[in-house]
């Protein structure tokens, strides 16, 4: 189609990490689900993850309820950092949230293991404004969100470690989102073979939520 004006396979299908069951849902969603792939350097990846292990290590993975979202992982809500970690959520704030928006104190630390994955959830609005905006570290992992009135429409983003994804709006509150377990761990037809994965999870807090305060009931 070189020369005839026609899309390109790119605008088809999707970029390098983020691919759509179409044109219109990948272009409706284009600044809703946005991954930044190299977000951080391998120093920023290794700062952070050298200072979340010990704190995660005195935890275990979890397995237990076999309706819960998440198997295979151990969490903490982690409030003090580092002051080179502080710089890199700054960095996470700046690229992702707007002035307006408050985020939610502490942030949330995630560690899947490798046979560990998340089933299709959106987040609680109780607890979660508009805008998530995840970091992933040690191995890449393959998000999906597909429609909750409408399953055929659908976006997979592939989160390489170091990368950042943002999520708000539609792609927050009128898709689901999951990451698949290793079975499942493909990217279009490219099989992502999982291992462990961190993630630091930055939330804005539901409008009209004071910063500190619990979040409202109902
Ligand atoms: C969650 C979630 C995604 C991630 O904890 O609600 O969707 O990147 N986590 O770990
Ligand atoms: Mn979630």
């Known amino acids: 189609m070189a020369g005839s004006g026609g899309l390109s396979l790119r605008t088809l299908t999707g970029s390098g990490w983020v691919r759509g069951s179409c044109p219109a849902v990948l272009s409706r969603l284009k600044n809703a689900a946005v991954v930044r792939p190299g977000f951080l350097s391998k120093a920023e990846e290794e700062t952070l993850s050298c200072e979340l292990e010990p704190e995660l290590r005195r935890r275990r993975y979890e397995y237990d309820h076999w309706d819960a979202a998440i198997h295979g992982f151990r969490e903490t809500e982690k409030s003090r950092w580092s002051e080179a970690s502080r710089n ?22 995630l560690d899947l293991e490798p046979r560990g994955y ?69 990217f279009g037809e490219r099989r992502i073979p999982r291992g462990r994965r961190i993630s630091v999870i930055c939330r804005s807090l539901p409008e009209g939520t004071e910063p500190g305060q619990p979040p409202r009931a109902c």
């Not at 700054?90 to 949330?108: D, E, I, K, N, Y």
């Not at 983003?157 to 999520?167: A, K, Q, V």
């Open 118 to 186: 998340i089933k299709p959830h959106v987040d609680s609005v109780k607890f979660c404004g508009a805008t998530i905006a995840g970091l992933s570290l040690l191995s890449p992992s393959v998000m999906r969100l597909v429609h909750t009135q409408e399953p055929e429409q659908w976006l997979e983003l592939l989160l390489e470690p170091g990368s950042l994804y943002i999520l708000r709006g539609a792609a927050r509150y009128d898709f689901s989102h999951e990451i698949l377990r290793d079975e499942e761990s493909f």
């Open 88 to 109: 890199i959520l700054q960095r996470v704030q700046s690229a992702a949230f707007g002035p307006g928006q408050t985020l939610l104190s502490p942030v949330h630390v």
